[in-house]
Nanobody, 125 residues
Framework: QVRLVESGGGLVQAGGSLRLSCAASGVTFSGYAMGWFRQAPGKQREFVAAITRSGGSTYYTDSVKGRFTISRVNAKNTLYLQMNTLKPEDTAVYYC??????????????????WGQGTQVTVSS
C-alpha cells in the first residue's frame, strides 16, 4: 500500500522559513517523480514544484522561484520542500504527490497517482 506522509508545517511569520518533508512507503521511491502542490482556503489546488526521479531536474511555479527548493533523498524515501522568505500568500495546505510516468513531471493534479494527506502552512503578516 502506497503511503505519503507530509510533515513540517506550522505557523511562521512573514520572511521566515519552513522545511516540509514527505515520507514515502509501500513504493519504490526512486521510480517516481515527485511534486508539491498547495491549496489555499477557497482556492483550487495548485502546482508548487516537482522533481525528477534522480533529483537531477527541478521545476517551480513562478511565484516560488528563488524562494523554495525541492529536493529528495532516495535512500531515505523522502521528499523535501525548503521554503524561505515566506509570504502570507503562501498560506495553504501543502501536499506531496507521486507521478509514475516517465518524462518531465506534471504540473497538473491529474498527472499524479498518489497523494499525501497534507500539512498546514500558515504565514502571518
Amino acid at each position: 500500500q502506497v503511503r505519503l506522509v507530509e510533515s513540517g508545517g506550522g505557523l511562521v511569520q512573514a520572511g521566515g522559513s519552513l522545511r516540509l518533508s514527505c515520507a514515502a512507503s509501500g513504493v519504490t521511491f526512486s521510480g517516481y517523480a515527485m511534486g508539491w502542490f498547495r491549496q489555499a482556503p477557497g482556492k483550487q489546488r495548485e502546482f508548487v514544484a516537482a522533481i525528477t526521479r534522480s533529483g537531477g531536474s527541478t521545476y517551480y511555479t513562478d511565484s516560488v522561484k528563488g524562494r523554495f527548493t525541492i529536493s529528495r533523498v532516495n535512500a531515505k524515501n523522502t521528499l523535501y520542500l525548503q521554503m524561505n522568505t515566506l509570504k502570507p500568500e503562501d498560506t495553504a495546505v501543502y501536499y506531496c504527490a507521486a507521478d509514475k510516468r516517465y518524462g518531465i513531471p506534471s504540473d497538473r493534479e491529474t498527472g499524479y497517482d498518489y497523494w499525501g494527506q497534507g500539512t498546514q502552512v500558515t504565514v502571518s503578516s
